[in-house]
């Protein structure tokens, strides 16, 4: 066959690449699905378990142990302050509460005195004189306190018998302390007057107070309100338990008169002048 028989549409096919026969697509492994048989909560509790922690999640994890640790001691720390109160007798905390309100009380006695004296120095017609008398006054009572001059009032005798030998300086000094908070205004122990300078110590088995060696049994007068003097040493965890808790024996009676003898020399002090010289 020539070329003049070719018709234009066999030229046209002759320059066209061969068909290609069409392919299917391919088809690749079939997508990982949920494991056959696996509900949601399943598939959730794979995908949780095991836990993928990171380093950053395990720092926090540890800070915030830490965090509670602390607390948690704090709370038990501040509830071991309490454990005393908490586990007192109702009687016990009455007591406590009415020692409390004592203790107001003399302190708004005080707040009264004062006002009452700066009234009568105001209104007084000879101040000059009124002065002199308050001054005389004041002069009595510091001496009291000082332990220059002798005292006498109702108050207590608290006798402490240390058969054993248990009974220390510090003990006692609480003691002190203790009476001295519950308006104590003046103290002699054994013979010593103590003074707000007192000091006591431990010395050969034996409690010295300001140098001066005492024995057992330790005898405190006190000049001072019984009715606040006696509870203050028998609250709970006070005085008098911890020391029958050294097998010690503690008698407190009271008086309508407590005669405080003992006195201390005045002293000059080496530096202070009065500042109206």
């Known amino acids: 066959m020539s070329n003049q028989d070719e018709s234009p549409e066999n030229r046209l096919r002759k320059e066209l690449p061969e068909e290609v026969p069409a392919t299917a697509p391919a088809v690749g492994p079939p997508a990982r699905d949920a494991e056959p048989g696996l509900t949601g909560r399943g598939r959730l509790v794979k995908g949780l378990w095991p836990p993928r922690v990171s380093r ?50 003399r302190l708004e006695d005080e707040k009264q005195g004062l006002e009452q004296q700066r009234d009568e120095l105001e209104n007084s017609s000879d101040q000059a004189e009124e002065a002199r008398r308050q001054t005389v006054e004041k002069e009595r009572q510091l001496g009291i306190l000082a332990g220059t001059v002798a005292a006498q009032g109702p108050g207590i005798t608290m006798t402490i018998d240390d058969s054993k030998g248990t009974v220390e300086a510090d003990m006692l000094l609480d003691a002190i302390q203790e009476l001295r ?21 431990d010395s050969d088995d034996r409690v010295s107070v300001d140098g001066n060696k005492i024995n057992a049994p330790y005898r405190f007068k006190v000049i001072g309100k019984p009715q606040d003097l006696e509870p203050a040493l028998n609250i709970p965890g006070g005085v008098v338990q911890t020391l029958e808790k050294e097998q010690a024996t503690v008698t407190v009676e009271r008086s309508d008169k407590i005669v405080v003898d003992a006195l201390r020399a005045a002293k000059r002090p080496d530096y202070a002048r009065s500042s109206s010289q």
């Open 56 to 105: 950053a999640q395990l720092i926090v994890a540890v800070l915030l142990f830490g965090l509670g640790f602390g607390l948690a001691v704090q709370v038990a720390s501040n509830s071991d302050d309490d454990t005393a109160l908490r586990g007192a007798r109702q009687e016990d905390l009455v007591r406590i509460l009415d020692e409390l309100d004592d203790r107001t009380q």
């Open 181 to 201: 908070a519950a308006g104590a205004e003046a103290i002699q122990v054994n013979g010593v007057r103590v003074v707000a300078g007192t000091y006591l110590t």
